[in-house]
Structures are given as C-alpha cells and as structure tokens.
C-alpha cells in the first residue's frame, strides 16, 4: 500500500502563484512514476503532470507554460509549482502514485483545494 499526503493548497488571486507538495509513504519504489490530475466541478477528473524516476516529465497542454513539476529531495516527493493561475483552474488536485508504469495511477492523496479568485 502507498499513503499520499498533498498540502499547499489554498486561495489565491488570477495571476498569483501557489507550489502544492505531495509526500508518498508505504510501499513506494524509486522507479515509480509520481504526477498530478485535478477535478472541477461537474468535470471529469484531468491530468496535468507526471515525473519518472529519471526525471521525465509530461504535461497537459492546458497547464504547459505555467505548471512545473519536480522531484523534491527524496524520490517520494513530488512539488507542483502554479503560476499564472486562473479561475478555470479551481479545482481539487490530486497527486498519483503510477507503481506499474502502465500510465494510469494506482493510488491517489485525499486532495487538496485550490481557489482561484479576485
């Protein structure tokens, strides 16, 4: 089993910036792929990012350019770094664990709000 714990979230005015953190715990591998999706409501649930244990990241066009995502110290961490946010990108984030490498996660953090707002 892998626990994930996201933080970071929060309000933040159009155009700021917010960096969420996500900390894997259990069994997690070093060759794990680690990323993150969000859901709005009413929407399905969207990539937006993922990171190999080489380092080899992969983005969603709606968030290229503005979203950054990178390994932390450890292999179990990963860090989303938001700028030039906009109200369409409030949402719930969730980070993912992909252990079998097949593109698809296999565990999910409880998620973490993110608000977009004057």
């Known amino acids: 089993q892998v626990q994930l714990v996201e933080s970071g979230g929060g309000l933040v005015q159009p155009g700021g910036s917010l960096r969420l953190s996500c900390a894997a715990s259990g069994s997690i591998f070093s060759f794990d792929t680690m990323g993150w999706y969000r859901q709005a409501p009413g929407k399905q649930r969207e990539f937006l990012a993922s990171i190999t244990s080489g380092g080899r990241t992969k983005y969603a066009d709606s968030v290229k350019g503005r979203f950054t995502i990178s390994s932390v110290n450890a292999k179990n961490r990963v860090a989303l770094q938001m700028n030039s946010l906009k109200p369409e990108d409030t949402a719930v984030y969730y980070c993912?664990?992909?252990?079998?490498?097949?593109?698809?996660?296999?565990?999910w953090g409880q998620g973490t709000q993110v608000t977009v707002s004057s």
């Open positions: 993912y664990v992909d252990s079998f490498l097949d593109g698809t996660p296999d565990y």
